[in-house]
């Protein structure tokens, strides 16, 4: 990474794929940089290639996107899978031990999705001015059997969501947002291996 920046090749608009070498060197460079990392955690097990040090690139500040690498490696094309996976991969055991929590596996599958791309400026959240990209969730496939009211909603989704409680899928919207989008499918989409639908509503019933 030293020779990357002293060649001025690292920066905001790069994006480090999989990661799974990075010494702490590489990622003081990569933090004083700005330079982004996407992580590929089935596609890295499936290849024994190694595991990205998410916690460490997190307590730097790194954006960190989450993505599938392509079809052949993560075989459903599941994001939902992804994030549990991205989210249990890097439990370290230890009182007090930093590790993901399920807004930021969420987020990485989103908002840093988006900011890996040259479309960042324009999606990845849900506020105004941006593309209204998002899905609608049957809160009913997340909550069924039963759910304590007391989870939130975002632990819900990412534990326990899957493709098939997907009901609507919205990119771009600028309608009306009572209308039912004609972008439907039973499957979340993705941009370049990366969640690229932002922000699952909680009940869609």
Same mark, same amino acid.
């Given at each position: ?5 002293? @060649? ?13 070498? #990075? ?12 330079? &982004?990392?996407?992580?590929? =955690?089935?596609?890295?097990? +499936? ?12 307590? &730097? ?6 993505? #599938? ?14 994030? %549990?996976?991205? #989210? /249990? ?16 596996? #969420? ?15 324009? @999606? ?5 001015? /941006? ?13 069924? =059997? ?20 997907? +009901?609507?899928? @919205?990119?771009?919207? +600028?309608?009306?947002?009572?209308? &039912? ?23 869609? %019933?």
């Amino acid at each position: 990474m030293r020779h990357l920046e002293q @060649i001025g090749f690292l920066g905001p608009e790069l994006t480090i794929g999989h990661g799974t070498h #990075l010494t702490d060197d590489d990622i003081d460079v990569l933090a004083a940089t700005g330079t &982004r990392v996407c992580h590929n =955690p089935s596609s890295n097990l +499936r290849l024994q290639s190694g595991i990205a040090p998410l916690n460490r690139l997190s307590e &730097r500040g790194i954006v960190t996107a989450l993505g #599938l690498d392509e079809a052949g490696i993560n075989d459903d094309r599941d994001i939902w899978q992804e994030m %549990r996976l991205a #989210l /249990k991969l890097h439990r370290v055991p230890g009182i007090g031990a930093r590790v993901p929590t399920s807004p930021e596996v #969420l987020r990485m599958a989103t908002e840093h999705g988006a900011l890996t791309t040259q479309f960042g400026p324009d @999606i990845g959240v849900l506020e105004a001015g /941006k593309a209204a990209d998002m899905v609608l969730v049957d809160w009913d496939s997340v909550a069924e =059997p039963y759910l304590d009211p007391s989870v939130p909603v975002v632990d819900a989704l990412v534990h326990r969501g899957r493709p098939s409680g997907v +009901r609507t899928v @919205i990119v771009g919207w +600028r309608g009306d947002p009572a209308r &039912r989008s004609e972008h439907s499918s039973g499957q979340a989409s993705h941009h370049g291996g990366a969640f690229g639908c932002t922000a699952p509503a909680a009940d869609a %019933r």
